[in-house]
Structure formats: C-alpha cells, structure tokens
C-alpha cells in the first residue's frame, strides 16, 4: 500500500486538541517537578535522551508532555551564560536586530489563535507547533506580523533583518510577504533566505531575536521579543509557566 499524505488544511495555529487536558492546572505541579527533575540531570552533565526519558517515566508524561519538558528546561550553567547576555526591551532604541524569522513568528501566531504557549526555566515564552518542512501561510500570518512590525516600530528599531530556513518549503513566498508588509508600512526591514539561521544569528553582532536554545547559547547579545510582546499585547493567550 502506498501511503499518501494528506494536505495540511489548517487555517489556523491555534491549541491542540490533547492541550487542554495535558497541560490542565492539575497537571502542571508534576511538569514543573519534571522541568526541575530534567534539569538538574543537564547540570550534572546527564544524556539529554536519556535524562528526559528517565524523568518523562518517572512522571508518567505522554510525547507532547516530554516535548514541553525539554523545550522549557536547560541547565544552570545555560541559564547563567544566557542570562548573562540578553538585553532589556530599554536598550533597544535605535538597535538593529536579527531576527530568526519562523521562531518569532510562529510563536506570535500560535499566542494570537489560542495555542499553548509556555515559559521556560529561562524566561522566554515558546510554542509546540513544528514546521515538518513546510511553512504554511494561516489566518494568523498577517496579523502577527502586523502586530511584530509595530511593536518594533514602537521602540525605534533602526533596523531588522528578519532570516528564514530556505530548505522550509514556501519561505520564499514567506519572504515576499514580509517584504511587502514592510514596504507598506516604511518598516527597515531587510529578509534574506539561509540555510542556517541558527549559523548566522550565532556569529552576527546584531541583537538577536530568537528563543532556540542553540542559538542563546552561542550568540553575542538577545533579546526576549516574543515575551515581551504576548505579555503586552496579548495577554489573553494560553500560557502555561513551567519555569
């Protein structure tokens, strides 16, 4: 039998539909514990796979639950060294950022629709959603960027360079989009097209917008936007602190 994947159709970023109920306030003491359980096991210098899979066992937490786990906890040292390098909204008047294009704007979106958004061990706030690849255009797009563009016109940025992963299908029609929102709202937006982001966000001397562990540990300075603009602007969304 030839397996034939189905269309993504979705029109929004919005929850889950397993979110309300494992990520239900009953539920989050043992999250947290295993946030905290997960890592102390990094600081010791624990496996990652084999650290969660200790910890996702002893708490009896489902895939999804795992994934929360890992993308909100980081070890002592991880914290220092970030914390040590992000700047405060403040500082930003007249900066020029960089901006790892999918990882804001997917948060933003999730935040506007309603998906869980969660706080990490470090501060910043992150979503479940995955690309698989592709990028696909929802309701939300516009609007979220929107709402980026004039956050970020409120604090005087001089300058933003907005980077998207080339080998996610659709970035180019992501890219064009962007542009034109920018060029409609005298927004100094620049949008380049990478194959690693991560690559160019870590060696830039740029302000960095980003909440992907690998790059707050190897860039020079960040930022914590995405926070900053759903405690703000959005403050309906679903957040789940897990910190």
């Known amino acids: 039998m030839v397996f034939i994947p189905m269309p993504d159709k979705r029109i929004h970023r919005g929850a889950h539909p397993a979110d309300a109920k494992l990520f239900a306030p009953e539920n989050v003491p043992d999250l947290q514990a295993a946030v905290r359980d997960y890592s102390l096991l990094l600081t010791k210098g624990y496996a990652e796979k084999s650290a969660l899979k200790l910890v996702g066992d002893k708490f009896s937490l489902t895939q999804r639950q795992r994934l929360a786990v890992m993308r909100t906890a980081c070890s002592d040292q991880q914290i220092n060294t970030r914390m040590q390098k992000q700047l405060d909204t403040s500082a930003l008047r007249g900066g020029e950022l960089a901006i790892d294009g ?142």
């Not at 409609?184 to 740029?206: F, G, M, R």
């Not at 300075?221 to 995405?226: D, T």
């Open 102 to 243: 999918y990882n804001l704007l997917i948060t933003i979106e999730a935040a506007m629709s309603g998906g869980l958004i969660l706080k990490g061990r470090d501060g910043t706030f992150r979503d479940l959603a995955s690309l698989h690849g592709t990028y696909r255009k929802v309701a939300e797009t516009i609007p979220a960027l929107e709402l980026i563009g004039f956050f970020l016109q409120d604090l005087d940025i001089s300058q933003s360079l907005w980077l998207l992963d080339s080998p996610v299908s659709n970035s180019g029609r992501l890219k064009s989009l962007i542009g034109e929102l920018a060029k409609q709202n005298n927004w100094p937006w620049n949008v380049e097209l990478t194959i690693s982001p991560d690559h160019e966000l870590i060696k830039t001397d740029l302000i960095v917008v980003s909440s992907d562990s690998v790059v707050l540990d190897g860039c020079k300075k960040w930022i914590n936007l995405a926070r900053a603009i759903i405690e703000e602007k959005l403050p309906k969304a679903h957040l789940v602190d897990l910190s």
